[in-house]
């Protein structure tokens, strides 16, 4: 089993900066990938960033050039460094990782962290 425990939500004023973390714990797995994804009130999860073990990073359109995703391999975190923050970008954040465990390649989410940009 993997737990993904995320931190850093809040509320911020537009044009301010958050930064959100989220470590995957467990046992006899890897990462394959890790991602940050944001679902607006009554919408449907979208995919925001997503960054490989080697480091290869990708990015949705409306954040390329605001966000920035990071991932430490010793502690198994990715980091999202969201700076210039608009209220489009209001939603839960939720961290999923791509993670092989015992030969098989599973996908685990997150419990989720609020973020809220006032205009």
């Known amino acids: 089993q993997v737990q993904l425990v995320e931190s850093g939500g809040g509320l911020v004023q537009a044009g301010g900066s958050l930064r959100l973390s989220c470590a995957a714990s467990g046992s006899g797995f890897s990462i394959n990938t890790m991602g940050w994804y944001r679902q607006a009130p009554g919408k449907q999860r979208d995919w925001v960033a997503g960054i490989t073990r080697a480091g290869s990073a990708n990015y949705a359109e409306s954040v390329k050039g605001r966000f920035i995703i990071s991932f430490d391999n010793s502690k198994n975190t990715v980091n999202l460094q969201m700076n210039n923050l608009k209220p489009e970008d209001t939603g839960v954040f939720y961290c999923?990782?791509?993670?092989?465990?015992?030969?098989?390649?599973?996908?685990?989410w997150g419990q989720g962290t609020q973020v809220t940009v006032s205009s």
């Open positions: 999923g990782a791509d993670v092989v465990l015992r030969g098989t390649i599973l996908r685990y």
